[in-house]
C-alpha cells in the first residue's frame, strides 16, 4: 500500500514542496529512502523506526521504500522524519492515508517519539502560504516562527503520539498564534545610546550620513578613540525594521539555526566576526552551504573591527555583496543566491602600533611598515567604501565635560525623514536608499550646478579619483542633501561629500 504525507526542503532560503512516498510491500524486511536524500536523511530510517516502536505503534516488517520527491532535488536535515514516520502509520493502515496527507509535517523524531526543533521552517512557512498549504504540524520550538506568518494554521506538537491522536481525531492538536504587533512593539529600545559617545561630533556627522543613505563607512583612529562605540550605535539611528524586512532577515537566521527564542528578527542585525574568520564563515559556503555573516548581516550593519588583520583575499570577498546586495555560492551540485544587502564599517588603527599622527604619542613604525599595514586593503575594496573618517582621540575637556549630545533618537528622525525622500524619489526605480543608485540613476538625480561641478573636478584631479569614486561623491552629496531637505546638490554639500573621500590619496599612500 503507497501513502503520502508531504513536508518541505530548503535551498538558500527558499523552500520547496517535497512528497513524501511510502511504499509497504511484502518482502524481505527493509528499509530504504530515495529521492536524493543526504547521510542526515538516509539515518531517519533508524529514528523512526525506534521511535514508533518505542510509542507503541506497529512498524512493518516487510519492505518498507520512502520516495522524496522531486527526486532531482537534494533533500537535507531531520525535518523529514515526521512526514515518514506518518506515512510509514499510513501506509499499514493504522492512519487514514487521506487525513495523513493534509497537513504539512515537519520535525526531527528522538528515539523514544520526542520531536525535535529543525532549522528553515520560517521559509517553509511563507512557501505553504503561496501554495495555499496552511496547515502545517511543526515542533513546538518552531511553531512561534511559523505562526507569525500570515494566514498559516500552525499545529505544535512536541511527541509522535500527540500528531498521531490529532490525525485519529481523538486529541485535536491547538492552534498556535503570535501576532508579529506584539514582537515590535519594543523593538525601538535599545540600551545603547549615540549620546553615550563622548566628543567625536565629525565621527557622528559621518555615521548620519551613512545611516541617512546606507553608505560604507570607514574608521581609522587611535586605540581607544571610539570606533567601537560608534559603529554599535549605527543600528541606534537606523530605521526600524519593516516586518518585509524582518521576515526576510528572520528567513536567513531560521536556515542558519540562529533565532533561538525570538520568532522573528525585529531590530537590525550587527554582525562583528574575529579578523581570523574563513572564506565560508565571512560570505557564506561549505560543504553543505550555509550563509556567512554577510547574509547574518542582511538588513543591518557589518562591523569589521581591525580591518587590515583580515587576510586581503577575505576582504576581497566582499566585492560581490557591496556591488550587488547578493552572494551566489557555486558548488558542483547546487547554485545557491543568499540575500547580502548590509552597512559596512570598518575600523582600523592608523598604523601597527595604533599612534601614526597623534599629537601626544609618538608613532614606533617605520615608513615601510605603514606602508605594508595599509597595503593590506586593496584599492577596489577601499573604492567601495563611501566615508573614510578620522577618529582622534578623545580630548580629556569632552570626557569631563557635562555637555549632553544628541540622543539616538534625535538622529534617527533625521534619518527617517531623509529616507522618506528617497523612498519617494525612487518610489518607481526599485531603489531603497542613496547608496544603491546606479550610474543612470547618479545622472538622474545628482547634477550638479556649474559652481559644484567645477569643484568635484578639482577634486578628481587633485586626489586621483576613480570612476567610482567620483559617482560615490555625488550620491554622498546627495544624501547631505536629503538630511537638509534640499531638492539640488548644493557647492557646499559637495565639498562636505569630497572630504570625506580626502583619505584615498592623502592619507592611505
Given at each position: 500500500?503507497v501513502a503520502k504525507t508531504f513536508a518541505f526542503g530548503v535551498l538558500g532560503i527558499q523552500?520547496?514542496?517535497?512528497?513524501?512516498?511510502?511504499?509497504?510491500?511484502?518482502?524481505?524486511?527493509?528499509?530504504?529512502?530515495?529521492?536524493?536524500?543526504?547521510?542526515?536523511?538516509?539515518?531517519?530510517?533508524?529514528?523512526?523506526?525506534?521511535?514508533?516502536?518505542?510509542?507503541?505503534?506497529?512498524?512493518?516488517?516487510?519492505?518498507?521504500?520512502?520516495?522524496?520527491?522531486?527526486?532531482?532535488?537534494?533533500?537535507?536535515?531531520?525535518?523529514?522524519?515526521?512526514?515518514?514516520?506518518?506515512?510509514?502509520?499510513?501506509?499499514?493502515?493504522?492512519?487514514?492515508?487521506?487525513?495523513?496527507?493534509?497537513?504539512?509535517?515537519?520535525?526531527?523524531?528522538?528515539?523514544?517519539?520526542?520531536?525535535?526543533?529543525?532549522?528553515?521552517?520560517?521559509?517553509?512557512?511563507?512557501?505553504?502560504?503561496?501554495?495555499?498549504?496552511?496547515?502545517?504540524?511543526?515542533?513546538?520550538?518552531?511553531?512561534?516562527?511559523?505562526?507569525?506568518?500570515?494566514?498559516?494554521?500552525?499545529?505544535?506538537?512536541?511527541?509522535?503520539?500527540?500528531?498521531?491522536?490529532?490525525?485519529?481525531?481523538?486529541?485535536?492538536?491547538?492552534?498556535?498564534q503570535v501576532p508579529a504587533s506584539d514582537l515590535f512593539s519594543g523593538a525601538s529600545q535599545?540600551?545603547?545610546?549615540?549620546?553615550?559617545?563622548?566628543?567625536?561630533?565629525?565621527?557622528?556627522?559621518?555615521?548620519?550620513?551613512?545611516?541617512?543613505?546606507?553608505?560604507?563607512?570607514?574608521?581609522?583612529?587611535?586605540?581607544?578613540?571610539?570606533?567601537?562605540?560608534?559603529?554599535?550605535?549605527?543600528?541606534?539611528?537606523?530605521?526600524?525594521?519593516?516586518?518585509?524586512?524582518?521576515?526576510?532577515?528572520?528567513?536567513?537566521?531560521?536556515?542558519?539555526?540562529?533565532?533561538?527564542?525570538?520568532?522573528?528578527?525585529?531590530?537590525?542585525?550587527?554582525?562583528?566576526?574575529?579578523?581570523?574568520?574563513?572564506?565560508?564563515?565571512?560570505?557564506?559556503?561549505?560543504?553543505?552551504?550555509?550563509?556567512?555573516?554577510?547574509?547574518?548581516?542582511?538588513?543591518?550593519?557589518?562591523?569589521?573591527?581591525?580591518?587590515?588583520?583580515?587576510?586581503?583575499?577575505?576582504?576581497?570577498?566582499?566585492?560581490?555583496?557591496?556591488?550587488?546586495?547578493?552572494?551566489?555560492?557555486?558548488?558542483?551540485?547546487?547554485?545557491?543566491?543568499?540575500?547580502?544587502?548590509?552597512?559596512?564599517?570598518?575600523?582600523?588603527?592608523?598604523?601597527?602600533?595604533?599612534?601614526?599622527?597623534?599629537?601626544?604619542?609618538?608613532?614606533?613604525?617605520?615608513?615601510?611598515?605603514?606602508?605594508?599595514?595599509?597595503?593590506?586593503?586593496?584599492?577596489?575594496?577601499?573604492?567601495?567604501?563611501?566615508?573614510?573618517?578620522?577618529?582622534?582621540?578623545?580630548?580629556?575637556?569632552?570626557?569631563?565635560?557635562?555637555?549632553?549630545?544628541?540622543?539616538?533618537?534625535?538622529?534617527?528622525?533625521?534619518?527617517?525623514?531623509?529616507?522618506?525622500?528617497?523612498?519617494?524619489?525612487?518610489?518607481?526605480?526599485?531603489?531603497?536608499?542613496?547608496?544603491?543608485?546606479?550610474?543612470?540613476?547618479?545622472?538622474?538625480?545628482?547634477?550638479?550646478?556649474?559652481?559644484?561641478?567645477?569643484?568635484?573636478?578639482?577634486?578628481?584631479?587633485?586626489?586621483?579619483?576613480?570612476?567610482?569614486?567620483?559617482?560615490?561623491?555625488?550620491?554622498?552629496?546627495?544624501?547631505?542633501?536629503?538630511?537638509?531637505?534640499?531638492?539640488?546638490?548644493?557647492?557646499?554639500?559637495?565639498?562636505?561629500?569630497?572630504?570625506?573621500?580626502?583619505?584615498?590619496?592623502?592619507?592611505?599612500?
Amino acid at each position: 500500500m503507497v501513502a503520502k504525507t508531504f513536508a518541505f526542503g530548503v535551498l538558500g532560503i527558499q523552500a520547496f514542496l517535497v512528497e513524501v512516498e511510502v511504499d509497504v510491500a511484502s518482502g524481505l524486511p527493509s528499509f530504504t529512502v530515495v529521492g536524493l536524500p543526504d547521510n542526515i536523511v538516509r539515518e531517519s530510517k533508524e529514528r523512526v523506526k525506534s521511535a514508533l516502536l518505542n510509542c507503541g505503534y506497529p512498524f512493518p516488517m516487510d519492505r518498507v521504500t520512502v520516495n522524496l520527491a522531486p527526486a532531482h532535488l537534494r533533500k537535507e536535515g531531520a525535518a523529514f522524519d515526521l512526514p515518514m514516520a506518518i506515512g510509514v502509520l499510513a501506509a499499514s493502515g493504522f492512519l487514514d492515508p487521506e487525513t495523513a496527507a493534509r497537513p504539512i509535517l515537519l520535525g526531527e523524531l528522538s528515539l523514544d517519539g520526542r520531536i525535535k526543533a529543525v532549522t528553515g521552517c520560517l521559509p517553509m512557512a511563507i512557501r505553504a502560504r503561496e501554495l495555499r498549504r496552511e496547515i502545517m504540524i511543526v515542533p513546538a520550538e518552531n511553531a512561534p516562527e511559523a505562526a507569525i506568518v500570515d494566514g498559516m494554521y500552525v499545529l505544535p506538537a512536541s511527541h509522535l503520539a500527540d500528531v498521531v491522536e490529532h490525525l485519529r481525531g481523538t486529541r485535536p492538536l491547538s492552534r498556535a498564534q503570535v501576532p508579529a504587533s506584539d514582537l515590535f512593539s519594543g523593538a525601538s529600545q535599545d540600551p545603547l545610546d549615540l549620546s553615550d559617545v563622548k566628543g567625536q561630533e565629525h565621527a557622528k556627522r559621518a555615521l548620519e550620513v551613512a545611516a541617512a543613505g546606507a553608505h560604507n563607512l570607514l574608521l581609522i583612529g587611535p586605540p581607544g578613540s571610539g570606533k567601537t562605540m560608534l559603529a554599535q550605535r549605527l543600528p541606534t539611528i537606523l530605521p526600524p525594521l519593516s516586518l518585509e524586512e524582518s521576515l526576510e532577515t528572520s528567513q536567513i537566521y531560521s536556515v542558519a539555526g540562529l533565532l533561538g527564542d525570538q520568532p522573528l528578527i525585529v531590530r537590525r542585525p550587527f554582525r562583528h566576526p574575529h579578523h581570523t574568520i574563513s572564506d565560508a564563515g565571512l560570505v557564506g559556503g561549505g560543504h553543505v552551504p550555509r550563509p556567512g555573516e554577510v547574509s547574518l548581516a542582511h538588513h543591518g550593519v557589518l562591523f569589521l573591527d581591525e580591518f587590515p588583520e583580515f587576510r586581503r583575499n577575505i576582504l576581497d570577498l566582499l566585492r560581490q555583496p557591496l556591488e550587488d546586495g547578493q552572494v551566489t555560492i557555486a558548488r558542483a551540485s547546487m547554485t545557491l543566491t543568499y540575500p547580502a544587502r548590509f552597512t559596512l564599517v570598518a575600523a582600523m588603527n592608523p598604523c601597527p602600533c595604533g599612534f601614526a599622527g597623534d599629537p601626544t604619542k609618538p608613532c614606533r613604525c617605520s615608513a615601510l611598515e605603514i606602508q605594508r599595514y595599509r597595503g593590506r586593503i586593496s584599492g577596489p575594496i577601499l573604492d567601495r567604501i563611501d566615508l573614510h573618517v578620522d577618529v582622534p582621540a578623545v580630548k580629556v575637556e569632552d570626557l569631563q565635560g557635562d555637555h549632553r549630545a544628541e540622543s539616538s533618537p534625535q538622529v534617527r528622525a533625521r534619518v527617517m525623514e531623509a529616507r522618506e525622500r528617497q523612498r519617494a524619489r525612487f518610489r518607481t526605480e526599485g531603489i531603497f536608499a542613496n547608496a544603491a543608485m546606479g550610474p543612470k540613476e547618479v545622472k538622474r538625480h545628482c547634477a550638479l550646478d556649474p559652481h559644484g561641478e567645477r569643484l568635484l573636478q578639482e577634486a578628481v584631479r587633485t586626489l586621483h579619483l576613480s570612476a567610482r569614486a567620483y559617482h560615490r561623491i555625488l550620491k554622498v552629496g546627495r544624501t547631505i542633501a536629503d538630511l537638509e531637505g534640499a531638492e539640488r546638490i548644493a557647492p557646499h554639500h559637495v565639498l562636505e561629500a569630497i572630504q570625506y573621500r580626502s583619505l584615498d590619496r592623502t592619507f592611505w599612500m
